[in-house]
């Protein structure tokens, strides 16, 4: 079961990103503030569910919170930024959308940029230990996958609906085949490298 982090009477954002190993496409961040009598039985780090799990969640997240947001930072903003610190910004951005101001943050991970002036807590792993990180994790996930199927017409090559373009054999292959597209991380390492003996 995924605690509550709150401090009595304050309001906390709970953020998580997805999207950061892959090889094409943006990060997507998500802010959540949940109710502190919230609770559903599924509710976990995103990647310990299953896709159905996670759009029913997604549905009862997006219904019953508080208050919530979901952001991104685009290819050629990771390229300059690098991952990591697209990764915060894009949940600066979210954090930015929320109608209510947090007064708290909680965040997976171990690094994170202040927000304005609000008190913030990292949590390696924190998206399996805390509710409101789980929620955001699970936002994350489900906005950019549907995200991902979307631009994955344009270029069908690469099989995005499917791997979500992570580093696959399948994708890797394609970008050898086919070069990369105008969505891709250039900055990243797209294709192996061959192994010396």
Known sequence: MLLPYHILGVAEAGCDEAGRGCLAGPVFAAAVILPPDFHDPLLNDSKQLKERERDRLREVIEREASEWAVASMDNTEIDKLNILWASVASMHKALDMLKIR???????????????????????KGDGRYASIA???????????????????????????????????????????????????????????????
Request: proline share 7%; with cysteine; aromatic share 14%.
């Open 102 to 124: 947090p007064e708290s943050v909680i965040v997976d991970g171990n690094r994170f940029k202040p927000y304005n002036t609000i008190r913030h807590t990292c949590f390696v």
């Open 135 to 197: 929620a955001a994790s699970v936002l994350a996930k489900t906005h950019r996958d549907e995200y991902m199927r979307q631009i994955a017409k344009e270029f069908p090559q690469y099989g995005w609906e499917r791997n979500m373009a992570y580093p696959t054999r399948e994708h890797r292959e394609a970008i050898k085949l086919y070069g990369p597209c105008k969505y891709h991380r250039m900055s990243f390492r797209l294709l192996e490298e061959p192994r010396l003996f």
